[in-house]
């Protein structure tokens, strides 16, 4: 099998990384940036902050910040119109998962039009597109290294995975100091979601030898760190180690793809609005334990990196291991269930078919180490409700 990889043209890391924007819009000969974010990051001062660091340059910057959590086909409308209006030749997406995800998908529709239908998987788009600049505020989505985006379809409820190199970020500034005001809860999520992209990459069976070697790093700090940054958010050496896992974890799961949990998180978020990270994280143990017979080597090499098991314990001791560890840490973040979130089992139960559908459909289970069937997928969310 021939490994296609693809990372961002060049990274900016490390604390205070922001401040390099202005040399970075100088680099690649962007004059007229749209900054995408929302209002939380306008209420802190932070986009006020990026915005001088863009004029001081004499570049010429305007501000989008009405991205919405899970964004939507409808949600990206009033984007496209602030794209059109400042005739933007960039797109710096600043923030979370959704405004990177809204980020992408501006700059791809703003160029080619068309509908993000148009690009939802198995298509690969790769295509006209404006450059886009990622800069992450929280760690774990990875997307500011990733081709992916996720858009959810408002008129089927399906979160559509929009693949392509189209997607990718020309140029991504990973700056730690910017999550140092993340709750608990947030780093909880965004960091079992970060330890899932790297688990994904790992065992994917599109993984090869880039991929495992950044999966096997971002496991080995996750396995360390996210329990200091969910316990002391003012810990800066766990804070910036999580930011690097992160981004190791999305270059990962980019040119390895993510399987079975995220083909079952997407359909949770889009029905019942739970973020992707925690979605992730409440599957994480029941599709683990479901899936280590596929591939216990694999899973047995996770929890040795994750400090679960010692490096002379047997591959089905090791997998064993891991099962556990990821329910102790699940435990120790509070990771709720669905019902334990306010999710109405009757709800729940009306939509497992659909959702089961809609996993399958997005072609993410069948790199799983174990491919389910759609009655399996049906039972793991029985299961982990």
Not at 155 to 168: A, Q, T, Y
Not at 185 to 202: F, M, Q, S, W
């Amino acid at each position: 099998m021939v490994a296609n990889i693809s990372f961002p043209r060049f990274l900016k890391l490390g604390p205070g990384a922001v401040e390099e924007l202005g040399s970075v819009l100088i680099d690649l000969d962007v004059e007229r940036p749209l900054l995408v974010t929302d209002a939380f990051m306008v209420s802190t001062g932070a986009a006020e902050r990026l915005l001088k660091i863009i004029d001081a340059t004499g570049k010429k910057a305007a501000l989008f910040a009405e991205t919405v959590p899970d964004p939507t086909t409808d949600s990206l409308q009033a984007g496209l119109d602030a794209v059109a209006a400042h005739d933007a030749d960039a797109i710096i997406g600043f923030g979370g998962g959704s405004p990177m995800d809204t980020a992408k998908a501006l700059a791809v529709l703003s160029t080619q039009g068309g509908v993000m239908r148009d690009f939802k998987a198995p298509r690969l788009y790769a295509g006209a597109a404006l450059p886009i600049i990622a800069i992450p505020t929280t760690a774990g989505s990875g997307s500011e290294a990733t081709q992916f985006t996720i858009i959810t379809d408002v008129e089927s409820d399906e979160k559509m995975l929009c693949p392509g190199l189209s997607f990718l970020p020309i140029a991504s500034i990973v700056d730690s100091e910017l999550t140092m005001s993340m709750p608990p809860r947030l780093t909880a999520d965004t960091g079992v979601d970060a330890l899932t992209h790297a688990i994904e990459a790992y065992v994917s069976k599109k993984a090869n030898p880039i991929s495992d070697g950044l999966a096997l790093s971002a496991m080995r700090t996750i396995g360390k760190y996210l329990l200091r940054a969910y316990r002391d958010g003012s810990d800066r050496e766990a804070r910036e180690h999580m930011m690097h896992a992160s981004t190791q974890a999305g270059m990962a799961f980019s040119n390895a793809s993510v399987c079975l949990v995220h083909g079952m998180s997407r359909p949770i978020g889009a029905h019942f609005h739970v973020a992707h990270g925690l979605s992730n994280a409440m599957l994480l143990p029941a599709i683990t334990s479901f899936s280590i017979s596929g591939a216990q080597d694999r899973y047995a090499d996770c929890a040795r990196q994750l400090g679960a098991a010692e490096r002379t314990d047997s591959d089905d001791s090791a997998s064993k291991k891991l099962i556990e560890f990821i329910d102790t840490l699940c435990a120790d973040v509070e990771v709720p269930r669905p019902g334990t979130y306010g999710i109405d089992r009757a709800r729940w139960d009306e939509l497992i078919p659909l959702m089961a559908e809609q996993a399958l459909a997005s072609g993410s289970p069948s790199n799983n180490p174990v491919v389910p069937t759609a009655e399996e997928i049906a039972e793991l969310y029985r299961t982990v409700y």
